[in-house]
C-alpha cells in the first residue's frame, strides 16, 4: 500500500522560506512522477511543481516559478519542496502526489495523494 507523509508546512512572514519533505512508503520510486499540490480555501486545487522520478526533469506553475525547487532523494524515497521569498497568495494546503503523467501539471490526475500540511504566509 503506497502511503505519502507529509511534513515541513508552518507559519512564515511574507518574504520568507519553508521546505517541504515528502516520503513515499511502498511506492515504486522509478519512472514515475512526484510533486506538490496545494489548495486554499475557496479555491481549486493548483498544481506546484513535480518532478521525474527516473531522471531530473522538473515541472513548476507560473505561479512559483523563480522562487519554489523541487527536489528528490531516491534513496530516502523523499521528494522536497523548497519554498523561497513565500508570499500571502501562498497560503494553502500542500498536498504531496504522485503517479504518471506529471509532465503536465494542469491536466495532472495523481494516482496517490498524502494527508496534507499547512502553509500559511502573512503580510
Known amino acids: 500500500q503506497v502511503q505519502l507523509v507529509e511534513s515541513g508546512g508552518g507559519s512564515v512572514q511574507a518574504g520568507g522560506s519553508l521546505r517541504l519533505s515528502c516520503v513515499a512508503y511502498?511506492?515504486?520510486?522509478?519512472?514515475?512522477?512526484m510533486g506538490w499540490f496545494r489548495q486554499a480555501p475557496g479555491r481549486e486545487r493548483e498544481g506546484v511543481a513535480s518532478?521525474?522520478?527516473?531522471?531530473?526533469?522538473?515541472y513548476y506553475a507560473d505561479s512559483v516559478k523563480g522562487r519554489f525547487t523541487i527536489s528528490q532523494d531516491t534513496v530516502k524515497n523523499t521528494v522536497y519542496l523548497q519554498m523561497n521569498s513565500l508570499k500571502p497568495e501562498d497560503t494553502a494546503m500542500y498536498y504531496c502526489?504522485?503517479?504518471?503523467?506529471?509532465?503536465?501539471?494542469?491536466?495532472?490526475?495523481?494516482?496517490?495523494w498524502g494527508q496534507g500540511t499547512q502553509v500559511t504566509v502573512s503580510s
Open positions: 502526489a504522485a503517479g504518471r503523467g506529471g509532465y503536465e501539471l494542469i491536466n495532472w490526475n495523481p494516482s496517490h
Open positions: 511502498g511506492w515504486t520510486y522509478s519512472t514515475s512522477y
Open positions: 518532478i521525474y522520478t527516473g531522471g531530473t526533469s522538473t
